[in-house]
């Protein structure tokens, strides 16, 4: 069997050569034209009111921070409730900005659990970070509720989350937090090379975030390009900013990759229900469950097993690469102050694999990694 990844993107090249030439013939690659196209294409999608399209999600979730402090006036040390199982970008943002992570438990799904959201509210308390883990919504609706509650802001990373729907309107997530972000990296479910999209609720923070995406200037150069007027090269700098704007060749490229989403999306589901077909009756492995509440765009499937390094280890020598998404972040380094306290993430980081999941996947190398990880399991 030829090795087998954990991810492999597909682009449709013809068609993203098409769209990228476009830019190359206009002699405009960066912020511009393609980026407002791809922005209306996703608010279209999406049904959010705003969009701003930048060079990564955790450029996005840096500037997601930085418009709730200066807009509502946090104070430095003052505490944003987040999750310890994610990727460190969404937990640096917080730091950036001089505010503390505060790190609840999370649930069944690996998202935040309610309870534990809940008992660690305090008076310093001015937000929450809400990770949709492998495109899950967990139990999002009761962390909105919490929010609403206390006078909270809800920020959601939505990087695994491209397509991801309520089951019971088919309305795209994003429109219960105030600001929701989205990653188009290489290996997401909308791939590009590298970009992002912060969905802002209010206009007023659409209009503020694309000045801090550059560089705290009023008026773009594709706006001001645009613009008619002797006063077209003339713009203020309001405040500082950072270079933080996405370019029309990856959104040439996004622009293809969300015509199939869709059915891109449902493939994903499609693999998964093999999975869960295969691994439902082997006991020592235990499938992360995805939230009735939700379609999800299926960016991982997660399991949990005991003595997973070995398995992992094993996995690799029958030539299938499996990952671990993610490592509790209270491990590392600078954030051992929270250690021990959320004891569930912690259970989990020792335990979850996500195994292969990409559209080259065939079933009969769904089938090889089951029986592989079934006999594997059994041994051990």
């Keep these: 069997m030829d090795p087998i990844q954990l991810f492999v993107p597909t682009f449709r090249i013809d068609e993203t050569l098409d ?11 960066g912020l511009g034209f393609k980026t407002v196209e791809f922005e209306e294409a996703w608010k279209a999608y999406t049904g959010l009111p705003h969009a701003h399209f930048l060079n990564s ?72 970070m809400f990770v949709g883990i492998g495109g899950n919504t967990g139990h999002l609706h009761e962390i ?27 309305r ?38 694309r000045k801090w995406s550059w560089l705290g200037i009023n ?3 594709y706006a001001r390009t645009a613009s008619q007027g002797a006063y077209k090269w003339h713009y203020d ?9 996405g370019n029309a060749i990856m959104a040439a490229m996004a622009l293809v990759s969300l015509k199939y989403l869709e059915q891109d999306n449902a493939f994903r589901r499609q693999i998964c229900s ?28 997660q399991i949990a097993v005991e003595r997973r390094d070995e398995v992992m280890l094993a996995l690799n020598q029958a030539n299938i690469y499996p990952g671990v998404h993610y490592r509790d972040n209270t491990l ?4 051992a102050h929270a250690q021990e306290t959320c004891p569930r993430s912690l259970e989990a980081s020792e335990q979850i694999i996500s195994l292969p999941l990409h559209l080259r996947l065939t079933y009969n190398q769904v089938e090889y990694i089951c029986n592989n990880l079934k006999q594997i399991v059994g041994e051990s």
């Design 19 to 29: 769209e990228i030439r476009v830019c190359l013939e206009k002699g405009w690659t």
């Design 57 to 128: 999600a955790t450029a996005a979730l840096h500037l997601a921070v930085i418009l709730l402090k200066e807009q509502n006036a946090w104070q430095d040390g003052s505490e944003v409730i987040t999750t310890p199982m994610t990727f460190v970008s969404t937990n640096h943002s917080i730091l950036h900005e001089k505010l503390s992570p505060v790190f609840a438990d999370v649930d069944e799904t690996l998202c935040l659990d309610p309870d534990s959201v809940q008992d660690h509210i305090t008076p310093k308390t001015r937000a929450v």
């Design 144 to 170: 909105v509720n919490i929010c609403q509650e206390n006078n909270l802001k809800l920020i959601l990373d939505a990087s695994h989350m491209a397509g991801t729907r309520w089951a019971d309107t088919g």
């Design 172 to 209: 795209h997530i994003g429109s219960e937090a105030d600001i929701t972000i989205f990653s188009f990296q290489a290996v997401k479910n909308l791939p590009t090379g590298d970009s992002g999209m912060i969905c802002c609720r209010d206009i007023i923070l659409d209009q503020e975030v």
């Design 219 to 221: 008026k773009d150069t």
């Design 237 to 245: 700098v309001e405040h500082t900013g950072f270079k933080y704007n």
């Design 274 to 301: 093999w999975y869960d077909l295969m691994l439902k009756d082997t006991p020592q492995i235990r499938r992360i469950p995805m939230s009735p509440d939700c379609i999800s765009s299926r960016h991982l499937y």
């Design 332 to 335: 590392y380094h600078m954030y």
